[in-house]
């Protein structure tokens, strides 16, 4: 796959790698990457980093300085209603704007001062013992609740990911 813009040739690569891997603001918008956000390197030591974005402040392996692009697969991403512990070391608390149900997964929509997508699997409510059908779906989506979750709209969360799972451009 090549991504051209312009007549120039921005990246090419495996999709898998051009979508997981994007190695600039053009090229993730192209795809359609979610959560791209941009900050700049507030403190490094020993390949961990530190973004401070408008908002929030997120940790990061890179060698990068300066201002940064970044981004967070919505799959790479934990939800929780109550602070947990974790090893992650990205814990961002936001609240829910927006739930999207897509066939294969649930898409939530936090406001953590930046925008977050975050994907909820088929399988991971299928653990809980949730079905579609226990899920309270409104026409307009925007009124969905998670019963087994007790998410909704304004419902205050956290977010979770790993260091790794931040991607730096």
Known sequence: MIILY?????????????????????????????????????????????????????????????KVNFTVRPDEITVSREKVQTSARNRIQGKVYGIIDTGSLIKLLVDTGEFFTVFITREFLNELNISINELNISINE???SINELNISIGTS?????????????
């Open 6 to 66: 312009n007549g120039q040739i921005l990246q090419s690569g495996t999709p898998g790698k051009i979508f997981r891997k994007p190695k600039n603001r053009l090229v993730a918008d192209f795809v359609g990457i979610e959560n791209v956000m941009n900050g700049e390197i507030e403190q490094s030591s020993d390949g961990l980093a530190r973004i401070k974005t408008d908002s929030i402040t997120v940790f990061t392996l890179t060698e990068k300085k300066d």
């Open 157 to 169: 969360v956290w977010l979770y990911f790993k260091a790794a799972a931040v991607h730096v451009f």
């Open 142 to 144: 925007l009124n969905i």
